[in-house]
């Protein structure tokens, strides 16, 4: 079927409106990021960096970002560990068991993260176990589990059994064809499932707010702020958050799409 240019042109305006509505708003604190701020109007003809600044001076924002990117590198190594753990066993075979394991591991990620922190937070008071930043790790590991886990599966279920059978057949451990035969397979997964899950966690609100202990992270920090209103060096937070996660996006399309996809892309 062809298209007319009339409808070919309606489809590229709609796509167009679309992308302004979704990311127009995104380029308020961008733009603001490098101008002057005066009681919320912005100085159009004084563009400054003293945002950037300030930025780097709110102890505050630092330390919470600090805090994030430590919950989610540590939150990305348990997924990751966890997940292929999971992955291995579920495509080693087929039984009822590996079915239900794998139903419990989608089963927070489906869930409202309301009820999987209200969970997590009578879980650790069932248990005293106090709030901090491992019970945020915690919280971030059972929500991003389910990602990591999902993308090792596909990856592997993708693999030719053939390279398997023939590494075991020239007598190598199970050790050894794990990591000479699996784990350079699974690089590329791995990478990929390892960028979005930290963007998720990066990103996740409901699930820290009701687990959280005194050590912020930075969602929940620009939740407090939403209240008494935000200071200027937000908008150049707001900058570099956008550009670190496009680029991290970029990276995992990169690691997830077929080689042979990006070749032909390349030619």
């Known amino acids: 079927m062809t298209l007319t240019k009339g409808a070919m042109l309606s489809l ?48 505050t924002i630092l330390e919470a970002v600090t805090n994030t990117l430590m919950v989610g590198a540590a939150a990305v190594v348990l997924a ?26 989608f089963l ?4 409202p993260p309301m009820v999987t922190g209200l969970s997590l937070l009578v879980f650790f008071r069932e248990i005293d176990f106090d709030r901090s930043l491992v019970t945020v790790t915690i919280g971030h590991t059972v929500f991003i589990l389910t990602l990591a886990y999902r993308t090792i599966v596909v990856r592997l279920q993708s693999l030719e059994l053939g390279i398997i059978e023939a590494s075991y057949d020239l007598g190598a451990t199970n050790w050894q064809t794990f990591r000479y035969i699996l784990l350079p397979s699974l690089r590329g997964a791995l990478i990929g499932a390892a960028v979005l899950c930290f963007a998720l966690s990066f990103d996740e609100t ?58 032909e892309e390349a030619n």
């Open 206 to 263: 409901m699930i820290t707010i009701l687990v959280t202990g005194p050590d912020s992270t930075l969602p929940v920090l620009l939740w407090a702020m939403t209240r008494l209103g935000f200071p200027p060096d937000v908008n150049a937070l707001v900058t570099l958050v956008l550009a670190l996660t496009t680029l991290m996006c970029l990276v995992a399309a990169w690691q997830l799409l077929p080689r042979e996809m990006i070749v």
């Open 108 to 111: 927070p990620f489906l869930m």
């Open 80 to 105: 990751l560990i966890m997940g292929m753990v999971m992955a291995l066993h579920y495509c080693s075979g087929r039984s009822a068991s590996r079915e239900i394991m794998q139903f419990v591991i």
């Open 12 to 59: 590229v305006a709609i796509t167009g409106l679309v992308f302004l509505l979704l990311y127009g708003p995104l380029l308020v604190p961008i733009v603001s990021s490098f101008f002057t701020l005066d009681h919320g109007s912005i100085l159009w003809d004084q563009p400054s960096l003293e945002s950037y600044a300030a930025l780097s001076r709110n102890e």
